[in-house]
Each structure stands twice: as structure tokens, then as C-alpha cells.
């Protein structure tokens, strides 16, 4: 998140972009996990027209999605299924578009010997709802076969033992195709050479066998997997040739088993499955004659008893309609209550969505209330203040109103006037300050206390003049103005 630069909001705090915070996001999960192992189990697997594969890794507490590239999907060497459980190596990321973080697989195992044998029972289940191991398919294997074809390894014991049992018993001409019976490349040699017997035509160079054996000796289950592949089950299925399945002890099963047309135990087995005895075939042959007639018999006798059982065991079809009349009911109303239920859970989820909104909003609705009556609680403090403050300010100046009233009032001429002085102005209104300043015949006005009078210099005397008084000092507060002086 060091690249971003958010803007301050209210309160400083970043404001940041839905894309800036999911790619802020992005950046340090996949900073801090770089590379993860998950193990879970595989759920809802989905193979769109893109080629990529979307599932879903789940335990019994949590989800994780998971993504595999349409690239790496080959070079894993598992087939992605539902209920498979894994071990995912990738990297951990999110993605933006649904804010949910999800694993980019590049590697994946199977989660132990538990998942291999789920693995191996799912697989099982899906060839043989193919038919692949149907009864009807299966081949007898020929009595006295000319010529053998063995699939193995040529360097083990297997085929040491299969040439010298057949030895023992009948020896024949035996074909052997080497191949590797362990590792990454078992599963293709094998199924190649299944396939390369079966092509053998019929009268060339090299004789096409009448019997072939698939064999290994004993090992894990990791050990014989290469004979649970895909690959090597319909090579098994598909051939033309009857085919003995000799893969392990007699406790080892593989799924090959069920596709061949016979499974022998061992190996040893296999060939002694091939071949009969050759002195027990002469004491056969000359018992025939004398069982002939007695196997007649007893054939007619359960030929009949078969057919009694049979018509027995057929049933009433009718039966077997309604029961099959049944089932499509119960899935009919099934497929009618299945969108009902889709329905009502989405209602769950927005009623639970509205529930939340409007708690939401009553909360902020409180919110704004508290705020509202807090700077309304603010604001009658502040007018309670103001008032106190203006009601101070006026009183403070009336009083300075009056103290200056009072001052220019003591200042006026009219004071003075009230004291028995009179203030004397010539014609043109000045003020006369002296006797010096008239002439006999001048026009005065003189002013007292309750009115002015008007008087006519007759005579002028001038007495012994004095020093004019100083002027007196100008009024800071601009008194003076237009008033008259009696100085």
C-alpha cells in the first residue's frame, strides 16, 4: 500500500478508490503468501469452453477457490473430480471482481493412500457404468492355444516363471512384448502393447497370439497404479484377443482385473490358466466317452431345472412398471420443490440483507439526532453568551455617553452665560474680545443667558492694555467646534 497517495478525509482519514483498496489488496496477500501448499478436498469442479478449470478446496471448516490454468492442467497427471482429496501447491491471490481471495494451482497430489483408493473406486465406477466390465463382454479363453503373448517386464522374475510353468505343463510358442510395469511411462507401454498384439494380423510374419497375459509381480498400491490407468483398462476392454490379468499377489486388485477376461491370482497362476495339463488332458479325453452320456442327462435335468427357475424368477411386469412409475413421480416432485427451495433461501438472504439496512439506518438516523441536538445545545450556549456580552456593551456605552454629555455639557459657553456673563458679537457675528476691537457707531449683538439684545457703540475707550491670556489648550474629545468663547 506504499504506492498509494488517498485523500484526507473528514477526521483524516485516507479515502481510498474500490479499485485502488482491492489491488492495495491483491499486492500484499500475494506478497505475504507467495507460495502455499492447501490440502482439502475438491468440490464443484467446472470446465468452461476456455479450457481453465474453477473448483472449490473445502475441509470441515472452510472454502478456499481454486483456479488451474488451461496450460498447467496437462502436466498435472490427476484428473480434477469432485470429492478428490488433494494437496494444492500455487500461489495465493484475490480477485476483484467478486473481492474473494483464490489459489492458482500449478500442482497437485493426491492427499495419501485414502485418496488414491477414493480415486480408484470412483474410477472403477465410472468404466463400469461404461460397460466396461460387463460379464457379457468377456471372452473364453481358447483350450489349447499355439501361441502365447506376454506383456511384461524381461527382466523380472514374472516371466521366468511363466515360461517355466508353461514348460511343465504344455510347453507353447510364447511372444513377449518388454514394457515397464512401474513408473510414468508403464501405463502407454502397456496399453501400446495390448494394442500392438491386437494388430498382429492373422497370417504375417510375426504370429498373432491366441491368449494374452498382462504381468507383475507384487508391490503397493502406488507400485501397481499404472495398471489402474485409464488407458491400460480400455486397451484391456477393447481387445480382440482374450486377455489374462496376472498384476500382483492374490490380494492386489487392480482395475484392470475387471477388464480382462479372466484374473489370475500370480503370474504362475496366469500361465497355468492358459494352458491345461498336458497328462491330465489324456485322462480327459478318455473319460469323455464314458461321461458322455451321463452329461447328457444331467444337462437335460438342470436345462429344465434352469428354465423352472427362470420363469420363476422373471417377475411381474407389471410390477416393474409401477415401480419404475413410482420413481418417476418421487423425481418429478423433487424437480418441482427444487426451485421452490432456491427461491426461499434468496428471500432468506435479502429479508436478512433489509434487516441489516435498516438497522443501519437507525443507527445513523440516532447518530445525526445526538449530532443535531449536541450543536443545537452548542449554539443556545454561544446566543446566551452573545446576549450577556451585548447587554455589557451597550450599558458600558450609555454610561460613555453620558459621562461625555455631561462633559461637553460643562465645557458650553451657556454655563458661563448662566453666571451673569454676557457674550458680545459684532455685526458679522464674530465674538468681540476687547473694547479695542470696536468703534464709536458699530452695531452689536449681545447674548445673555435668557436672550440677546442689540446695542450701538456711542463712545469707545480704550483702556491700558494687558498681555492677551494664553489660548486655552484644545479639548481632546474636539470640543470647541462652533461654539462662542468669553475669552
Known amino acids: 500500500m506504499d504506492n498509494l497517495e488517498p485523500s484526507a478525509g473528514p477526521g483524516n482519514v485516507p479515502e481510498f478508490s474500490v479499485s485502488e483498496l482491492s489491488f492495495a489488496l491483491k499486492r500484499e496477500i500475494e506478497t505475504a503468501f507467495p507460495r502455499v501448499r492447501v490440502r482439502g478436498e475438491v468440490s464443484q469442479p467446472s470446465f468452461p469452453r476456455s479450457?481453465?478449470?474453477?473448483?472449490?478446496?473445502?475441509?470441515?471448516?472452510?472454502?478456499?477457490?481454486?483456479?488451474?490454468?488451461?496450460?498447467?492442467?496437462?502436466?498435472?497427471?490427476?484428473?480434477?473430480?469432485?470429492?478428490?482429496?488433494?494437496?494444492?501447491?500455487?500461489?495465493?491471490?484475490?480477485?476483484?471482481?467478486?473481492?474473494?481471495?483464490?489459489?492458482?494451482?500449478?500442482r497437485l497430489e493426491l492427499a495419501g493412500e485414502g485418496a488414491l483408493l477414493k480415486l480408484l473406486e470412483d474410477r472403477r465406477k465410472k468404466l463400469a457404468a461404461e460397460g466396461l466390465f460387463d460379464q457379457d463382454r468377456k471372452r473364453e479363453l481358447p483350450f489349447l492355444p499355439e501361441v502365447i503373448g506376454v506383456v511384461t517386464s524381461p527382466s523380472g522374475a514374472v516371466i521366468r516363471d511363466i515360461l517355466h510353468r508353461l514348460s511343465d505343463r504344455f510347453p507353447r510358442r510364447v511372444l513377449v512384448w518388454p514394457v515397464a510395469v512401474q513408473g510414468e511411462k508403464a501405463a502407454g507401454e502397456v496399453a501400446a502393447a495390448i494394442n500392438g498384439f491386437n494388430r498382429l494380423p492373422e497370417d504375417g510374419p510375426v504370429p498373432r497370439p491366441d491368449v494374452l497375459i498382462v504381468a507383475r509381480g507384487g508391490g503397493s498400491l502406488e507400485d501397481l497404479w499404472a495398471f489402474n490407468e485409464e488407458v491400460v483398462v480400455r486397451a484391456a476392454a477393447a481387445s480382440t484377443i482374450p486377455l489374462i490379468s496376472a498384476v500382483g499377489h492374490e490380494t492386489d486388485t487392480t482395475l484392470i482385473d475387471f477388464a480382462s477376461d479372466r484374473r489370475a491370482p500370480t503370474p504362475t497362476a496366469a500361465a497355468e490358466m492358459a494352458v491345461p495339463v498336458r497328462a491330465d488332458l489324456l485322462a480327459e479325453v478318455l473319460d469323455y466317452g464314458k461321461r458322455t452320456v451321463a452329461c447328457m442327462n444331467r444337462n437335460l435335468r438342470e436345462a429344465s431345472t434352469e428354465l423352472a427357475g427362470l420363469a420363476r424368477g422373471l417377475g411381474d411386469p407389471h410390477r416393474l412398471i409401477e415401480e419404475r412409475q413410482q420413481r418417476l413421480d418421487v423425481a418429478g416432485e423433487r424437480l418441482l420443490l427444487g426451485p421452490r427451495r432456491v427461491i426461499e433461501v434468496k428471500q432468506q438472504l435479502i429479508a436478512g440483507e433489509a434487516r441489516a439496512l435498516k438497522a443501519a439506518g437507525e443507527r445513523f438516523k440516532s447518530e445525526m439526532r445526538q449530532k443535531i441536538e449536541h450543536t443545537g445545545d452548542r449554539l443556545k450556549q454561544h446566543g446566551e453568551r452573545l446576549k450577556r456580552h451585548s447587554t455589557d456593551l451597550f450599558g458600558r456605552a450609555a454610561d460613555r455617553v453620558d459621562q461625555l454629555g455631561k462633559l461637553l455639557e460643562s465645557y458650553s459657553f451657556h454655563s458661563v452665560l448662566n453666571r451673569g456673563f454676557a457674550l458680545v458679537r459684532d455685526q458679522d457675528g464674530q465674538p468681540v474680545l476687547a473694547a479695542a476691537g470696536t468703534r464709536s457707531g458699530d452695531t452689536l449683538s449681545i447674548e445673555f443667558a435668557d436672550g440677546r439684545i442689540g446695542a450701538k457703540v456711542t463712545e469707545a475707550t480704550t483702556a491700558t492694555p494687558r498681555p492677551a491670556p494664553a489660548a486655552p489648550p484644545r479639548r481632546r474629545d474636539g470640543g470647541g467646534g462652533n461654539q462662542g468663547s468669553l475669552l
Request: proline letters at 2%; hydrophobic letters at 35%; one cysteine or more.
Open 51 to 106: 479450457g481453465h478449470c474453477y473448483f472449490r478446496l473445502k475441509d470441515e471448516n472452510a472454502v478456499i477457490d481454486g483456479v488451474c490454468w488451461k496450460g498447467t492442467i496437462p502436466r498435472l497427471g490427476i484428473k480434477i473430480e469432485e470429492g478428490l482429496e488433494v494437496i494444492a501447491t500455487g500461489k495465493l491471490t484475490t480477485y476483484a471482481g467478486s473481492s474473494r481471495y483464490q489459489i492458482i494451482v500449478d
